[in-house]
């Protein structure tokens, strides 16, 4: 396991989350999902697990790198579209089915998670 790169993988995910779902879109997120700002639970615990989930996801990753041997920018890129569309897409579109939630903000959101993989 690469330790540092699943560090790096977990920390750049919680920066690109924070400015994806704040500068960058989260005035259209907030009102997608009908929340404002400092409503609903207590911000703390849901960025520790949101930490948790980014490191679990980078083992994974990394876990996927050294099994397939695909060190290369086009061997990851490989490993972050079947990652993707093998378990994210999939998983987001039974939720977005059961859930009724807008297409808009599955796209937007199922964004975030694919770039994260890349």
């Not at 987001?92 to 808009?104: C, E, I, K, V, W």
């Amino acid at each position: 396991m690469n330790w540092v790169a699943i560090i790096v993988a977990t920390v750049a995910a919680m920066v690109i989350g924070f400015l994806w779902y704040g500068p960058v879109f989260g005035k259209t997120w907030m009102a997608l999902t009908g929340r404002g700002m400092g409503t609903g639970a207590s911000a703390g615990p849901l960025y520790a697990l949101t930490a948790l989930a980014a490191f679990i996801e980078a083992i994974a990753l990394n876990w996927f790198i050294n099994e397939t041997g695909w060190t290369t920018g086009a061997g990851g890129a490989l490993i972050g579209l079947y990652a993707s569309l093998g378990f994210t897409a999939t998983a987001f579109f039974s939720q977005t089915l059961f859930a009724g939630r807008p297409g808009r903000l599955t796209r937007s959101t199922r964004a975030i998670k694919s770039f994260r993989r890349s």
